[in-house]
């Protein structure tokens, strides 16, 4: 049975149809001191305060739950910055509309070129990451991007500004199997606090965007919250609310979590809270003990000796040799790039040239910026060498479309 979105509206102020799913209303009990389910209740549990001793129970048990539903296999991704053009005001991110940084847009030709720098060292699953700004991120650019991309990288997902299932519906159609939208945080009043401007200050429709998605027929759709923002423990017993309502509603897809915690970036944004190290191990093995089949997605902003520890805890996807700036393997777009002042185009007093381009391009002298520091350098080559070390098995490749092709009498 459907949910009622009780009072909830889309950002042009008219509300939803009476029969569409939402988390809000279980969002909202949660926050009313409703009663928690066994699941929910275990993991609150997990999460709770506790010693070295019980980090490292907790370790052991999420290694194990972790082996027997996904083995020793690692998915490996890269992600592709389309742009950095962004309408939102966020303070946290380094592309935040106010920030007077520099920016650049690539063209479907520099997005396959970029592609296939990293298909060259062995991706291919690749998600597609801009800023959110409907001049140069439209469904239509997006669209164009995963027509061009669909016969050379067979997984692809995108994190973009949310949007309508009846425009995610021809990005699917287009080959797009993933979905990443991320809550940020899921305390309301934090969240209004740190979104001022833009699209991206309504709340509830950006909690029910992974329906949306589902109904559009994403395969895969990843949920996160980012660590920083509100206590830890708020929003990860939330997110595992939110991750165990879409089993439920959405369980013709499969679903992935994030914890990413914040990272130095353009406005010198500084966290009021604090997730160190030991409380990254907890939630993480929480996750897995809780929802064994879920999983679980750790980019470079960890640096290499954490991450190396996490990778048998309960990690199934990663990121390796990533940029997040647009053009950041090869050097693409620099020729138009410019600064933004107050969301405003503000062009450079010189021509920025055109850098020759190599393989092995890590980026321009000038370039633009980049979301945030990454903190694992490590070329992909490295990471999947030191996977290999402890005996785990790097994997680039899990999908094709070809699983979904009809055979044909002829060939039983």
């Not at 063209?107 to 298909?119: I, K, N, P, S």
């Not at 940020?184 to 833009?198: L, N």
């Not at 991750?243 to 944004?269: D, H, M, N, Q």
Request: charged share 25%.
């Amino acid at each position: 049975m459907k949910l009622m979105q009780n009072g909830v509206c889309r950002p042009d102020g008219e509300s939803y149809g009476l029969d569409r799913m939402s988390f809000v209303p279980h969002l909202n009990d949660l926050d009313n001191g409703g009663q928690l389910s066994r699941t929910l209740a275990k993991f609150q549990q997990l999460i709770s305060p506790t010693d070295q001793a019980g980090i490292e129970r907790l370790a052991l048990q999420s290694v194990e739950t972790t082996r027997k539903y996904f083995g020793k296999t690692m998915r490996l991704f890269a992600p592709i910055y389309l742009s950095n053009e962004c309408i939102n005001n966020c303070s946290y991110c380094g592309f935040s509309r106010d920030n007077p940084i520099l920016r650049t847009t690539l063209t479907v030709e520099q997005v396959v070129r970029e592609a296939r720098f990293l298909t060259a060292q062995g991706f291919r699953n690749i998600l597609l990451v801009a800023g959110e700004h409907p001049k140069f991120v439209s469904e239509g650019y997006l669209e164009e991007c995963l027509e061009a991309l669909r016969d050379e990288v067979p997984t692809l997902a995108i994190e973009v500004g949310p949007m309508e299932t009846p425009e995610y519906e021809p990005l699917v159609r287009a080959g797009c199997e993933g979905l990443v939208v991320y809550q940020e945080t899921y305390h309301r009043e934090a969240y209004s606090r740190y979104h001022t401007a833009g699209p991206k200050k309504k709340f509830d429709w950006r909690v029910d965007c992974p329906e949306r998605g589902y109904d559009a027929g994403f395969r895969r759709i990843g949920i996160g919250a980012l660590m920083g923002l509100a206590d830890w423990r708020y929003d990860c017993l939330r997110l595992a609310a939110h991750l165990e309502y879409l089993y439920r509603v959405c369980w013709k897809s499969s679903f992935t979590i994030s914890l990413p915690r914040l990272r130095p970036a353009a406005g010198g944004f500084q966290p009021e809270f604090e997730m160190n190290d030991a409380a990254f191990v907890q939630a993480i093995c929480a996750f897995r003990i809780c929802f064994p089949q879920v999983g679980i997605v750790l980019s470079t902003r960890e640096p290499e000796p954490l991450r190396n520890a996490l990778f048998p805890l309960g990690i199934t996807s990663i990121s390796a040799g990533s940029h997040t700036e647009p053009g950041g393997y090869t050097g693409e777009g620099v020729e138009d790039i410019h600064l933004t002042v107050r969301g405003r185009r503000v062009e450079l007093d010189e021509q920025i040239p055109a850098k020759a381009k190599t393989s092995t391009s890590r980026g321009c002298d000038t370039s633009a910026t980049g979301q945030f520091d990454i903190a694992d350098e490590r070329t992909p080559e490295e990471v999947a060498k030191y996977l290999g070390s402890i005996g785990m098995e790097p994997v680039w490749k899990d999908w094709d479309t070809s699983i979904l092709t009809p055979i044909s009498a002829t060939t039983i």
